[in-house]
């Protein structure tokens, strides 16, 4: 039902930021929010937890077949990636990274956000002495600085007042 709004999450690459993106995602009320600049170890659920699984599962499958043909190779990863994308991997990925669900009595689907969890890895970040940013050894390009959180307000609230199916 595209009454009933979706949340992106997405990390802060320009190719992911576009106008047509913005537009596109405000019309069938997507939410679009990006993850503060370089936190992706951090808040990103593939990182977090799928990843890691596929690997793990991948080395295993692999271990029981000595002749890989392009077809074997194949098959063996599509089955890794299944089992590393069980809905118990997807709900802990998306809860290390502060995001938890909230199933209500009618079946509808909220989207809670761990703020204390979330500042806890900052500050764990902090007491480390790790960079948030990375500078990398020289600067050969200026970008500006890039927004995060709620990007497609302007477009959705554009939408909203000509009405979803005008």
Known sequence: DIRTPAVLQIDNCRSHLTADALQI????????????????????????????SFKQHLQTLRRHNTHDTTEKVINI?????????????VINSFAEGCITRKIMNNGRVFVNVDNQQFK????????????????????????KQKPFGFINREEIQEVEARGWFN
């Open 25 to 52: 995602c405000a019309l069938n009320n997507i939410k679009m929010i990006t993850l503060p600049p370089n936190s992706t170890q951090f808040q990103q659920p593939l990182d977090l937890g799928i990843f890691g």
């Open 77 to 89: 990863a599509v089955s890794a990636l299944q089992q590393a994308l069980a809905p118990v991997n």
């Open 120 to 143: 806890e890895v900052i500050e764990a970040v902090e007491a480390d002495k790790l960079p948030l940013k990375y500078e990398g050894t020289r600067k050969t390009r200026k970008y």
